[in-house]
Each structure stands twice: as structure tokens, then as C-alpha cells.
Nanobody, 124 residues
Framework: QVQLVESGGGLVQAGGSLRLSCTVSGRTFSTTSIGWFRQAPGKDREFVAANNWRGAEALYADSVKGRFTIARDNARNTVYLQMNSLKPEDTGVYYC?????????????????WGQGTQVTVSS
């Protein structure tokens, strides 16, 4: 059974930083591509960043480019999302998701497995 567990969310002031973690179990991590999405209250889930197992350059939403960094640690079966210069509009529940394809994708329908989410709140 594939499981994705997010951690690292919390409350932070604008301009601050958080690092989210997504730990994967139940499948071979070295052939698992990971994406991060977020959902604010009353809004659709939106793409944030993606990292593929082939090692190609990561993909970012325009709204987070230059502020967020996605990175993977194959030894720990974990993908991290480092979030710097946080803004109130970054507030939401952050989800990690996984698929087996060797490329990055921003489409939710391309992901086969999802975590339960972790709350990120950025105060102004």
C-alpha cells in the first residue's frame, strides 16, 4: 500500500520560511516522481512544484518561482519543499502527490497517490 505523509506545516509570519517534507512508503522511491499542490479555502487545488525521478529540472508555478525549492533525498524516501519569503497568499493546505512517470507534470489527474495534507498559514 502506497502512503505519502506530509509534515512541516505551521503558522509563520510573512517573509518567513517553512520546510515541508513528504515521505513515501510502499513503492520504489527511486522511480517515483513527486508533486506539491496547495488548496486555499474556497479555491481549487493548484500546482506548486514537481520533481521527477529521472533528475530533470524541477517545475514550479510562476507564483512560487524564486521563493520555493523542491528537492529529493532518495536515501530517506523523502521530498522536501523549502518555502522562503512566504506571503499571506501562500496560505492553504499543502499536499504531496506521486506518480511513476519520468517527467514533471502540473496536472492533478496525472498523479496516482496523494497525502492527507499539511496546513500552512502565513500571517500578514
Amino acid at each position: 500500500q502506497v502512503q505519502l505523509v506530509e509534515s512541516g506545516g505551521g503558522l509563520v509570519q510573512a517573509g518567513g520560511s517553512l520546510r515541508l517534507s513528504c515521505t513515501v512508503s510502499g513503492r520504489t522511491f527511486s522511480t517515483t516522481s513527486i508533486g506539491w499542490f496547495r488548496q486555499a479555502p474556497g479555491k481549487d487545488r493548484e500546482f506548486v512544484a514537481a520533481n521527477n525521478w529521472r533528475g530533470a529540472e524541477a517545475l514550479y508555478a510562476d507564483s512560487v518561482k524564486g521563493r520555493f525549492t523542491i528537492a529529493r533525498d532518495n536515501a530517506r524516501n523523502t521530498v522536501y519543499l523549502q518555502m522562503n519569503s512566504l506571503k499571506p497568499e501562500d496560505t492553504g493546505v499543502y499536499y504531496c502527490a506521486a506518480h511513476s512517470r519520468g517527467w514533471n507534470t502540473a496536472r492533478t489527474r496525472d498523479y496516482d497517490y496523494w497525502g492527507q495534507g499539511t496546513q500552512v498559514t502565513v500571517s500578514s
